[in-house]
Every structure is written in C-alpha cells, then in structure tokens.
Nanobody
Framework: QVQLVESGGGLVQTGESLRLSCAASENFFDLNFMGWYRQVPGKQREFVAR????????AYVDSVKGRFTISRDASKNEVYLQMNRLKPEDTAVYFCYAAPRLGPFLWGQGTQVTVSS
C-alpha cells in the first residue's frame, strides 16, 4: 500500500507563503493522480488541488486559483503545493492524497497550516 508523508506546514501571517511537500512510497506513474485536500474541525474535507503524473491535467478549487500552485517531481514521486498570498480562511489541516488505478483514495497523516490575521 502506498505511504504518503507530508511536510511543510506551519504558522504564517496573512499574505505570506508556505510550500507543502508530499512523498509517495510508490511510483507516481502507477497512480491516476496525487493532490491535496484540507479540513477544518467540524467541516467536511475539501478538495484543494490535484495533478496527474505527467503534469498535463491539473485542477484547483476556485478559492485557491491564482494563489496556489501544484507541481510534481515524478522522478522523486513527490508532489508540492506552493501556497501564496495566504488568508486566514486557508487555515486547515492539509492532507496529501493519492488516487490509485483501483481502490479508494489513500491519505497522508496531514499537516497543519495556520494563517494569522
């Protein structure tokens, strides 16, 4: 089973940037895509962004378009989320996920992002 390990969360002020990283234990090209969700306590997990192994198909939730950029290094089986112009409403636990060709999504342990106003 694929293991996902996230890093890069932290506490920043409004307008600052953070970069999240996610390393997969499996060849990225054996997956349909990888990406990020986020979750605030008491709310459902929300899709943020995803990317295919070739990088040719990328999607974002509307609220982060123009501020967040997802990228990947397929040779390292890693996915990144560059988050710029952060807002307090971006505060959440960010989860890396992988979509295998068969079966349910796989999840990392999550990393906290806190944006102070």
């Amino acid at each position: 089973q694929v293991q996902l390990v996230e890093s890069g969360g932290g506490l920043v002020q409004t307008g600052e940037s953070l970069r999240l990283s996610c390393a997969a234990s499996e060849n990225f090209f054996d997956l349909n895509f990888m990406g990020w969700y986020r979750q605030v306590p008491g709310k459902q997990r929300e899709f943020v962004a995803r990317i295919t192994p070739t990088g040719g198909n990328i999607a974002y939730v509307d609220s982060v378009k123009g501020r967040f950029t997802i990228s990947r290094d397929a040779s390292k089986n890693e996915v990144y989320l560059q988050m710029n112009r952060l807002k307090p409403e971006d505060t959440a636990v960010y989860f890396c996920y992988a979509a295998p060709r068969l079966g349910p999504f796989l999840w990392g342990q999550g990393t906290q992002v806190t944006v102070s106003s």
